[in-house]
């Protein structure tokens, strides 16, 4: 069955920092381009950042670059999201999600095949 599974979610301070893990299993993971994204209350979900298959294209979403960094190891199946100088409005549920395509979208829509279930990010002030 083919999963992805989201962790290293949690209580941090403004300023400090989080590195969420994405575990894949059941399907190519390498065949697959992963995207980060998050839903704060009340919001809609947003795409926080973006890898390409072979992990040679990264995107992120305006209010994260220079913060937040993504990075995969497609022998482990897994890919990251390191999160530095949180702010209390990055607070959200974060998911990963796998498209079975090489790049990232050109548009908003993303296409996936998978979702992860998703961790909690809270940053307080």
């Known amino acids: 069955q083919a999963q992805l599974v989201e962790s290293g979610g949690g209580l941090v301070q403004a300023g400090g920092s989080l590195r969420l893990s994405c575990v894949a299993s059941?399907?190519?993971?390498?065949?697959?381009?992963i995207g980060w994204f998050r839903q704060a209350p009340g919001k809609e979900r947003e795409e926080v950042s973006c890898?390409?298959?072979?992990?040679?294209?990264?995107r992120y979403a305006d209010d994260v670059k220079g913060r937040f960094t993504i990075a995969r190891e497609n022998a482990k199946n897994t890919a990251y999201l390191q999160m530095n100088s949180l702010k209390p409005e990055d607070t959200a549920v974060y998911y990963c999600?796998?498209?079975?395509?090489?790049?990232?979208?050109?548009?908003?829509?993303?296409?996936?095949?998978?979702w992860g279930q998703g961790t909690q990010v809270t940053v307080s002030s």
């Open positions: 059941g399907f190519r993971f390498d065949y697959y381009t």
């Open positions: 999600a796998a498209r079975p395509f090489r790049n990232c979208p050109s548009g908003k829509s993303f296409f996936a095949d998978y």
């Open positions: 890898i390409s298959m072979n992990g040679d294209t990264t």
